[in-house]
């Protein structure tokens, strides 16, 4: 089935430190590719995209490159701030007929950024 | 631009009891709607997505038994039942046009069991 794997469960920075949080997939078609920002007590918030090989999605600061030779779509920030602190969720999209598109998430990965 | 709401915010369930739950959209130009679920470890399953009023779909899942209908083109409804651990309920909307296909949560109902 499709599926997706985050490696990191939990992440500790320092404020300005780069960041990578790894995302890999499986599925059998050709899926898009999101990761989603959660912060306490809200629900999940769309940070980016991608869609084809190779493309780049980014959004405030983060960016990842979808990769469809090894399967990846990792996370990364160049300069993490305190206000990063959140869970970050990978997510694969797949066309579904009848039924719209499904979200099948990776466990999340949660950032504590320090000051 | 918030476009979905959900009520209750959050509920304590009496174990046994079932427990109604309505998300609302307040842009009906998206027929694509959907419910997740979190659960205490914090992951995130898809339960149904129903695009027309009228339409209605049932789940058992490990933990809860589902009932989802699609009541208006602006209103979908979640009944759960049988809950033996607390969960937080989304629901979401499928955006599309303008090249972009994405769907958006909404803030959730957390169910706690008493």
Sequence with gaps: GDSVTQTEGQVA??????????????????PALFWYVQYPGEGPQFLFRASRDKEKGSSRGFEATYNKETTSFHLQKASVQESDSAVYYCALGLMQQGTGSKLSFGKGAKLTVSP | ?????????????????AVNLRCILKNSQYPWMSWYQQDLQKQLQWLFTLRSPGDKEVKSLP??????????????????????????????????????????????TRLLVL
């Design chain 2, 1 to 17: 631009v918030t476009l979905l709401e959900q009520n209750p915010r959050w509920r304590l369930v009496p174990r046994g009891q």
């Design chain 2, 63 to 108: 933990g809860a038994d589902y009932l989802a209908t699609r009541v208006t083109d602006t209103e979908l409804r979640l009944q759960v039942a049988n809950m033996s651990q607390g969960r937080t309920l989304y629901c979401t909307c499928r955006v599309t046009g303008g090249g972009q296909d994405t769907q958006y949560f909404g803030p959730g």
């Design chain 1, 13 to 30: 920075l320092s404020e300005e430190d780069f960041l990578t949080i790894h995302c890999n997939y499986s599925a059998s078609g050709y």
